[in-house]
């Protein structure tokens, strides 16, 4: 049995029909808000980043130089209309236009110049970054013959600034001497002078007190002594006119000046003994001197040689240690090589060879002088100075070739530390290089 519908009720059926977004419900609002947006309402906010230019004028340009006098000579013929106050409000409108812009201005140079700084300082960190990278990178580029290139030529350097501080020291030593043997010198020299002074004080005090009044005359030269012996043989007669009172003075006169001149003589004879006696004290002293900066210099080679002997014998045991880890390692490796040849046989001979530890003797030959504190035939102090001199050279000279062959065999100590660690260098070479083999055998075996 068929139903039949009426036409109309089909157009209410369709008219009534309605979509499920299109009901009007609270999701159905929310997904409209969300599509077409919401209009929010105007609100008036307090923000002071722009300037409020809300009735204030435009702000106008300067005019120039011309345009201000053009306006200038306007304004002197056209008659002047207008009310004061309407100027001050437009020009204090204009200013706080201004104002309210260079703040603007000011506030973007700050946070442009901020911003400058953050930049500039990320980029010194990147740099640095950089150059750390650069540095590891280099360090693991470097291999070990880079390595012991920069290692001798590290050693050379100092080698030669050592030496350098070395001719220094002696340098300035010599000049200390030589100024000491100056300085003695010249208070030699001045107690002699202080001590002649004394001398001629006292004859002049003598002679004061034996003239008893008479007047004191100047001792004369050889030159005017011939002089006057030449006047005396050509004006006799006039010497002969003369009266009794001059003859008597001339006389006086006579008497003192061959006085003076006995005097003079023996102090002279005197003095070059006492000269001679100074020097040859000076020169003693400068020798003693010269032997106990040597017996010094020599003291301070004998400890560099004990240093560098405790070296050598360190650097000698870290050879040997070195040389034994590497046997060990070639026994590993070569029973390694023999597991991986017969893996087919049990049993693997165990060949243990007898370990001929190489006792090495000290290449150099040590030529030990006899450290007895020298009682070395020092004469009594009333032997001739000639003796005591001849025996202080022969002293320096000994302590002098003494000292030279101990700087030889410090030289020599010093090359053969230097031999041993470029030995010691090689050898952990080859120890690494072959503890690689082994580990990789290791791996292959797994």
């Known amino acids: 049995m068929a139903v039949a519908f009426s036409p109309l009720g089909e157009k209410e059926l369709e008219a009534c029909f309605m979509y499920e977004s299109e009901k009007p419900n609270v999701h159905n609002q ?59 409000d437009r020009v204090r409108d204009d200013l706080q236009s201004t104002k309210q812009m260079l703040a603007l201005e000011l506030r973007n140079k700050e946070a442009v110049e901020r911003e400058n700084k953050r930049l500039l300082a990320k980029i010194l960190n990147l740099e640095v970054e950089i150059e750390k990278e650069k540095n590891t990178k280099k360090q693991e580029d470097r291999t070990p013959q880079v390595l012991k290139k920069e290692f001798e030529e590290e050693t050379k350097k100092l080698q030669s600034e050592l030496q350098e501080s070395q001719h220094a020291v002696e340098e300035i030593e010599n000049k200390y001497h030589d100024t000491v043997g100056q300085l003695d010198m010249t208070k030699n020299d001045l107690e002699e002078a202080l001590r002649k002074n004394q001398q001629l004080e006292r004859k002049l005090a003598s002679i004061a007190k034996g003239g008893e009044g008479h007047i004191l005359t100047k001792q004369p030269s050889a030159k005017k002594i011939v002089q006057s012996k030449d006047d005396k043989t050509i ?175 410090n030289y020599l100590l010093k090359a053969n530390i230097d031999k041993l660690k470029d030995d010691l260098f090689k050898q952990r070479e080859m120890s690494l290089t072959l503890q690689e083999d082994l580990n990789s055998v290791l791996a292959e075996l797994g």
């Open 30 to 88: 929310l997904l409209k808000q969300i599509q077409y947006g919401v209009q929010l309402k105007r609100v008036q906010c307090n923000d002071r980043s722009r300037p409020l230019l809300d009735g204030l004028r435009k702000f106008r340009r300067q005019l120039t130089i011309e345009e201000q006098i053009q306006k200038a000579a306007e304004t002197e013929e056209a008659v002047v209309e207008g009310d004061e106050l309407d100027d001050i």
């Open 235 to 409: 004006g006799a007669n006039k010497i002969n006119s003369t009266n009794p009172e001059e003859e008597e003075e001339s006389e006086y006169e006579e008497v003192t000046e061959t006085e003076t001149e006995t005097e003079s003589s023996e102090e002279d004879e005197t003095d070059q003994a006492a000269l001679q006696e100074r020097r040859t004290a000076r020169e003693l002293k400068l020798l003693v001197t010269k032997l106990k900066s040597f017996k010094e210099k020599e003291t301070m080679a004998r400890k560099e040689r004990h240093v560098l002997r405790e070296q050598l014998k360190k650097q000698q045991q870290a050879l040997r240690d070195e040389k034994k880890n590497y046997k060990k390692l070639q026994k590993e490796v070569d029973k390694m090589a023999k597991l991986m040849k017969d893996d087919d046989e049990n049993d693997s001979e165990s060949d243990e060879e007898g370990e001929s530890e190489e006792d090495e003797t000290e290449s150099e030959s040590e030529s030990e002088e006899s450290e007895q504190e020298e009682s070395e035939g020092e004469l009594p102090p009333d032997t001739p100075s000639d003796k005591k001199k001849q025996n202080l050279t022969e002293r320096s000279k000994m302590h002098e070739n003494c000292l030279a062959a101990l700087k030889k065999g």
